[in-house]
């Protein structure tokens, strides 16, 4: 399965950096974005997740939440997000299961876990999916881009 455009966000619970579970239901209201991510703690994950963080407020004047998801472990979440003042939800998904519900593709031939960003209204509406590996800057300038529209 793979997520389209106008879908509804997918229903998951996962655990954050804090080992406290969020559910997706308590993002209904507000507008989401989420997005998936490699591996903490590596170069390009590093800028990419920073980069959100540093623009936080910035995506929170568009009431709006987010929430980054990779495959990795609740305690390397943890020492991640302590490491580089993360502010917002890190979200385990260890068994990728959160990962197939959404249809994050694989990149670079398949080798790499995929790069996606998928921007939700307050309907919980799949509005915009920005897929990209290498242009880590794109996925924080196209969610600002985006959200300032959706106002």
């Known amino acids: ?15 954050n950096q804090y080992n406290k579970e969020v559910n997706s239901k308590n993002f209904y209201g507000k507008k989401l974005v989420v997005f998936f991510y490699p591996k903490d703690d590596t170069p390009g994950c590093t800028m990419e997740v920073c980069n959100f963080r540093d623009n936080y407020s910035e995506i929170k ?16 979440h943890n020492s991640f997000s302590k490491k580089f003042n993360v502010t917002y939800d890190l979200l385990s998904d260890n ?15 398949g080798l790499l ?3 996606v960003t998928y921007i939700f209204n307050q309907e919980a509406i799949l509005l915009k999916i920005i897929n990209s590996q290498i242009n880590i800057y794109e996925h924080l300038s196209e969610t600002i881009k985006f959200l300032k529209k959706l106002k």
Do not use: A
């Open 95 to 109: 068994d990728n299961k959160v990962k197939k519900l959404f249809g994050v593709p694989r990149s670079m031939f």
């Open 113 to 115: 876990p995929g790069r």
């Open 61 to 76: 004047k568009y009431n709006s939440n987010i929430v980054g998801i990779s495959s990795d472990s609740v305690k390397s």
């Open 1 to 15: 399965m793979s997520l389209r455009l106008n879908d509804k966000l997918p229903y998951f619970i996962l655990k």
